[in-house]
């Protein structure tokens, strides 16, 4: 959206073997479209190269949904299902913050808080173990 949400994303090994196969389509439309392509350096486009307007975009997730068998549910959904599963697997907010692209953490606290693992119990079995050491016991 601005100059500063842009970002450098991390993808994995999966995606990339996606994003390669669609190069790889979009190269052979790209041919049979000829004289007719129009070059807008987009990764997703029409068949003539030219920007997907929103309403085709939702379409096709639709579609894709259904034919995956998935509940429907929004593109945007996407961010929230991945912010979600990272902070669930205990990846730092800070870190999912500047990940996001998200401005302070404390939305993420407010949005994903319940998602959020309990380190209290974690964070009494190091105090334990470091007043043991203290002790000379352990």
Not at 17 to 33: G, I, K, S, V, Y
Not at 122 to 132: I, S
């Amino acid at each position: 959206k601005t100059k500063s949400s842009k970002r450098t994303l991390t993808l994995t090994a999966e995606a990339r073997e996606a994003l390669h196969a669609h190069l790889d389509r979009q190269e052979f439309e790209r041919r049979r479209a000829g004289e007719s392509w129009r070059d807008t350096n987009l990764v997703f486009c029409t068949k003539e190269g030219k920007p997907l307007d929103q309403q085709r975009i939702s379409y096709n997730w639709t579609a894709a949904t259904q034919k995956a068998g998935i509940p429907r549910y929004r593109i945007h959904d996407l961010r929230h299902s991945w912010a979600s599963i990272l902070l669930a697997d205990g990846v730092p907010v800070e870190r999912l913050a500047r990940m996001g692209g998200w401005s302070s953490v404390a939305m993420i606290y407010k949005v994903y808080g319940h998602i959020i693992p309990d380190d209290f119990k974690d964070g009494a079995g190091v105090m334990d173990a470091a007043l043991r050491r203290a002790r000379g016991n352990g």
